[in-house]
């Protein structure tokens, strides 16, 4: 991406890590009514982080600038942002301790505006609409086939603007979707046991169906990528690559994620006694 190179997105990464460890490492505050929060997990923590340095590969790295001569690349970019950092970042958990470091005051009145100021009574349930899990998939879905309409495709490789756009939306409805699968307090899945493997694998079904019109194409969808190529790889054989990394490496997180919640269907006396052992072992070692 032209304009936000390694300083700017550094800048943002490293500053977004801090700020979130700054807000894990106050486990005093209580939930109203409910007992002390316990300090943010380790590797919820690791998870964020990486989800944060998969942001910087996808947009600053070599990656970014093999994506403006070769679609595979640009299709990687997509994986990485949807796939991998939206997935990452949900596991970890970052939603409380981004907002405790935040002035007590300033907390209270952002509250107090979200839950009961009559100006914004229109949003309440037009979130809780959109975080449902149907609407959810629908818009992480559409998002993704619509941005790779070819003509609406071309556009991001012209506008930078229009670029930057299709990441945001690529990262926030992603955060949205995989919200819907894995837990991330104080956020949890509405759907339960197969549901989520049957959602999880409905997830999948528009990135595989776009991999596979890529594969099977015999001629070149996106020309606009191969203007002026350095390269000697065809625009047909990189569109194919690209049919590759969607199906491949895009795959992985719906396989990992239909294959926790079957376990969690068909296992949930081992599951949910593993997690309690898990629990014991987190009090024994705070106190």
Known sequence: MELLQAPLLLAMVVATAAWYARGARRPSLRAVGGRPRRRTLPWRGACFVLGLVTVVVALDSPVDRLAGDYFWAHMLQHVLLMMVAAPLVVLGAPWLPLWRPLPLPFRRR??????????????????????????????????????????????????????????????????????QLIASPPFHPRLGGFRLALYATAGSAVGWLLAVILAIAQHPLYPAQHVGHPGGISALADQQLAAGVMLGPGSITYTIVVFYWLYAWLAPEELHGRRARSRSALGSSVS
Do not use: D
């Open 110 to 179: 952002l509250a107090r505006a979200v839950l009961k100021s009559p100006g914004l009574g229109w949003l309440r349930p037009l979130a809780l609409y959109v975080a449902a899990p149907w609407p959810a998939w629908i818009l992480f879905n559409v998002n993704l086939a619509v941005w790779h309409i070819p003509a609406l495709y071309g556009l991001t490789l012209r506008s930078t603007p229009v670029h930057y756009t299709e990441h945001v939306l690529f990262l926030l409805l992603g955060l949205l979707f995989w919200s």
